[in-house]
Structures are given as C-alpha cells and as structure tokens.
T-cell receptor, first 117, second 118 residues
Framework: GAVVSQHPSWVICKSGTSVKIECRSL??????MFWYRQFPKQSLMLMAT?????????EQGVEKDKFLINHASLTLSTLTVTSAHPEDSSFYIC?????????????FGPGTRLTVT | AQSVAQPEDQVNVAEGNPLTVKCTYS??????LFWYVQYPNRGLQFLLK??????LVKGSYGFEAEFNKSQTSFHLKKPSALVSDSALYFC????????????????FGRGTQLTVWP
C-alpha cells in the first residue's frame, strides 16, 4: 500500500522556538494533505487541509499564523509550529490522499510527538 | 452534517473469543465508512472500508465489518481475537465528494480501546 512518512518522529523544543514537521508521500502523488492533532487517548482533531499549490484551509479555532502549513509539491507538506508553547505539546499526524483514481484513499503518517518545555 | 459515534471507550475480550467494536453513523446521502487501527505512538493504519456492494466487508488482519443501513451501523468484528489486536480503533465516515472539489474530509469517532487478554 501507499506510504506516508513524517519527520521527525519526535521532537523536544524550548518554549518560544519554532518547529517544522515534514510529511511526505513516498510512492504516490498527493492532491490533498491533512494535518491532525491528537491528545492522549482522544480522537484526531483535523487542523487543516491543504491542496498542492494552494493555501491551506484551517478548521475553526486553529490559528493559521501559529500553525503554518505549506504544500509545495505533490509529495511534500510541512507544518511549522511557530513560537511553540507547552500547550502545543501533542501528537501531530499527517495524512495524504492520492490523485484521482477511484475512491480517494487516505493514508496516514506515523505521527510526530512534539514536546515543548 | 456527518458524524460517527463509538459508544464504547473500552472493549475487553479474552484471546480466542470473538470481538465486536461498535460504530454508528449519521450522514446525508450514501456513506463511505472506514475503520482504522492505531498502535501506541503510531499513526493510523487502514483496516477496511465500505463504499457500496456487499454489506459484509473483509479487511486486514482477519477483521470484517457489517454495514447495516437500517440501523446506521458499521460494527467491526473478528471471529477470534489475538493479544496483538490490542490497540485503539477508530471508525470514520467520509464527507461526500462534491463535483469539482477535491475535499472530502474524514469524520472520526472518538475511538475504542480494545484490550485482548491472554
């Protein structure tokens, strides 16, 4: 099946710094990428949806200036958490959907654990 | 609006016994339904989906799910549970893709923690 990778798998940063998380579709081209946030033992919360070459669409309540999303190519999307604070600590998961061809299957990355100290 | 309910936070079952993880949904129009599994500190892995056709859908690792339109349910089942099946399971429904749109977000249930004890 299709593979989505994320890097880094975990990161610890100091409060006030910025962190960039990469999401790549390794063996398919992704028309759309999604970024989710997951708190312990809770469901996934969709943060934003991005289409290649377009600005991301953010869900209500998600600060677009804090969570910068770039979808520069059909295989790469990045999430930058700017001026991170401890409350941004969470598990971030990206997901990618393939180009048209039947039902658009959605594949998930392994996640990135962010800890802000 | 689309929504998914997983009424059980936890399901515990003995190894070798059948398991069921419940899911009900609410959609406008025909549903696209999915089950995903998540192991600790990992992303979601696709198990199976229902788009159309047979109500019984077979998926990965011996799992299957039964689509019941009248009860708006899509319960996940396995005839004989394994300890290695212990994980967090998510049911999801997809928004209908609109003509000319590439959107079609997944709406997730809150998840059910399955524990299979030896």
């Amino acid at each position: 099946g299709a593979v989505v990778s994320q890097h880094p798998s975990w990161v610890i940063c100091k409060s006030g710094t910025s962190v960039k998380i990469e999401c790549r579709s390794l063996d398919f081209q992704a028309t759309t990428m999604f970024w989710y946030r997951q708190f312990p033992k809770q469901s996934l919360m969709l943060m934003a949806t991005s289409n290649e070459g377009s600005k991301a669409t953010y869900e209500q309540g998600v600060e677009k200036d804090k969570f910068l999303i770039n979808h520069a190519s059909l295989t790469l999307s990045t999430l930058t958490v700017t001026s991170a604070h401890p409350e941004d600590s969470s598990f971030y998961i990206c997901s990618a959907r393939a180009r048209p061809g039947g039902i658009y299957e959605q594949y998930f990355g392994p996640g990135t654990r962010l800890t802000v100290t | 609006a689309q929504s998914v309910a997983q009424p059980e936070d936890q399901v515990n079952v003995a190894e070798g016994n059948p398991l069921t993880v419940k899911c009900t949904y609410s959609v406008s129009g025909n549903p696209y339904l999915f089950w995903y599994v998540q192991y600790p500190n990992r992303g979601l892995q696709f198990l199976l989906k229902y788009i159309t056709g047979d109500n019984l859908v077979k998926g990965s690792y011996g799992f299957e799910a039964e689509f019941n339109k009248s009860q708006t349910s899509f319960h996940l089942k396995k005839p004989s549970a394994l300890v290695s099946d212990s994980a967090l399971y998510f049911c999801a429904v997809r928004d209908m893709l609109k003509r000319g749109s590439t959107l079609g977000r997944l709406y997730f249930g809150r998840g059910t923690q399955l524990t299979v004890w030896p």
